[in-house]
């Protein structure tokens, strides 16, 4: 006989299990009264910062495979991270529907709060080798907040996983890519270009993975481009809200990758 009470254990639900009823309590507009598209821009930045969660939760555990010499295991997280890029550059095309006019009726609300200021997008920066310790002072005030990032600025990045994996493979790689200043942004390098080659020449499995790592780095320069013209778009040339430079702060993340070896070793083929 079962004697657990099923009459004195809450009834476990869709709505209770996902926290309906606290997760549609969590837009909430800053102007007075509320503007109606103000809805709108909260939830897609809402959603973008859950899939940045899931992102970062993908490519650690990714990294952590790495660090185990078993990077195949990880491979299918990576092709998942890459759908969620899609996904984001799609929310962008739902932004576009409002118009200039439109945002401009509550942006004033904004004050100084501004996505340059997503704690969770420098992390994935700083998870790719996009590093900068600048970044760290706009969190000052949030010691928490800049903690997490400082975690992030000393470790080792994806591409140094990956490159590290390579050498315990028995690729050649110069020490001095080994045991470089990881929380210097990453530069290219000619013993890694080499070993990327070999790899390409003589391992299809890895080669698949150069790919996917390349796909990565493509769908992270499509999103930047897509937000700029998102910005654009919506505000033109005017300054970003938190005191940014708007778009043209933007423009100069453009074409940067953050894996800049398989990009230059393309002309040796």
């Not at 997760?23 to 109606?36: I, K, M, R, T, V």
């Not at 778009?247 to 894996?259: A, C, E, G, I, Q």
């Amino acid at each position: 006989m079962n004697d657990r009470s099923d009459a004195a254990t809450p009834e476990f639900t869709y709505g209770t299990y996902l926290r309906i009823p606290e997760l549609l309590s969590l837009q909430q507009p800053a102007s007075d009264p509320p503007e109606h598209d103000e809805t709108l821009f909260i939830i897609i930045h809402q959603v973008y910062e859950l899939w940045f969660k899931q992102v970062l939760h993908e490519l650690d555990q990714f990294v952590d495979h790495l660090n185990d010499d078993h990077p195949h295991r990880g491979h299918h997280l990576l092709k998942r991270v890459l759908k969620i890029f899609k996904t984001l550059v799609a929310q962008l095309d739902v932004l576009e529907t409002m118009t200039p006019l439109e945002f401009e009726s509550f942006r004033k609300f904004l004050a100084n709060a501004s996505g340059f200021q997503s704690v969770q997008f420098r992390e994935l920066e700083f998870l790719l080798g996009a590093k900068s310790e600048d970044h760290l002072k706009r969190f000052a005030d949030q010691p928490e907040l800049a903690d997490r990032l400082r975690r992030r600025l000393i470790a080792p990045s994806l591409w140094d996983a990956y490159v590290a994996f390579l050498d315990r493979a028995g690729y050649s790689i110069d020490p001095e890519v080994l045991t470089r200043d990881v929380r210097q942004p990453l530069e290219p390098s000619a013993s890694v270009q080499d070993a990327l080659v070999e790899v390409y020449r003589t391992n299809p499995a890895l080669a698949e993975l150069c790919e996917s790592l390349t796909d990565l780095d493509e769908g992270l320069q499509e999103w930047r481009y897509r937000h700029v013209k998102m910005v654009q778009r919506t505000i033109g040339t005017k300054p970003g809200t938190g005191g940014s430079a708007g778009s043209d702060y933007l423009k100069t993340t453009l074409f940067r990758p953050v894996f800049p070896d398989l990009w230059e070793i393309r002309v040796r083929f």
